[in-house]
T-cell receptor, first 113, second 113 residues
């Protein structure tokens, strides 16, 4: 599985866009990029995922570069409740018995008032 | 719709004691997982199950056993607790391993003294 690299911590002002980068230079053609977040003391929560096209849902947008070696999670209007640890995970998107999420250390995002 | 329920939420054990953590899900998910999270670190996979009666080892299985006798329940056992097993334990489930569909419980905070 491809390894991901994320900054340890970031901050942004409330109401502004939060852009969280992730490098995955060894990603292979059949690996998806998944984003989860963990708000303090809670279980992780799914945010968004993508293969090669940009994706958007009610929570965030995911921008994947054309060479797929990096991606950016965008929270368009960050609120204080978005303060959390954000995990970028690269995994094969098929269903078999080895199919499991492996978490790294993530990026700790602090949204400032 | 309870999702994933973990019991107990908190527990303090003495070194050498045994205990079982219970995870129950009501979403008819085939796959279930146990993770542990140490302070300031990401989640690490202990064991997982791809169906009733089947289990497999994750990244850090030593010192733990699991059982999946019913589809909706996944039990994590500590036969002889050690201080190194002090951690927050998260259970998760997913539909046939779909990685965008993990649902996590709220966690069990275990302290071994």
């Amino acid at each position: 599985d491809a390894k991901t690299t994320q900054p340890t911590s970031m901050d942004c002002a409330e109401g502004r866009a939060a852009n969280l980068p992730c490098n995955h230079s060894t990603i292979s053609g059949n690996e998806y990029v998944y984003w989860y977040r963990q708000i303090h003391s809670q279980g992780p929560q799914y945010i968004i995922h993508g293969l090669k096209n940009n994706e958007t849902n009610e929570m965030a947008s995911l921008i994947i570069t054309e060479d797929r070696k990096s991606s950016t999670l965008i929270l368009p209007h960050a609120t204080l409740r978005d303060t959390a640890v954000y995990y970028c995970i690269v995994r094969v998107g098929r269903m078999d018995s080895s199919y499991k999420l492996i978490f790294g250390s993530g990026t700790r995002l602090l949204v400032r008032p | 719709n309870a999702g994933v329920t973990q019991t107990p939420k908190f527990r303090v054990l003495k070194t050498g004691q045994s205990m079982t953590l219970l995870c129950a899900q009501d979403m008819n998910h085939e796959y279930m997982y146990w993770y542990r999270q140490d302070p300031g670190m990401g989640l690490r996979l202990i064991h997982y199950s791809v169906g009733e009666g089947t289990t497999a080892k994750g990244e850090v299985p030593d010192g733990y056993n699991v059982s999946r006798l019913k589809k909706q329940n996944f039990l994590l056992g500590l036969e002889s607790a050690a201080p190194s097993q002090t951690s927050v334990y998260f259970c998760a489930s997913s539909y046939r391993g779909q990685m965008y569909g993990y649902t996590f419980g709220s966690g069990t905070r275990l302290t071994v003294v």
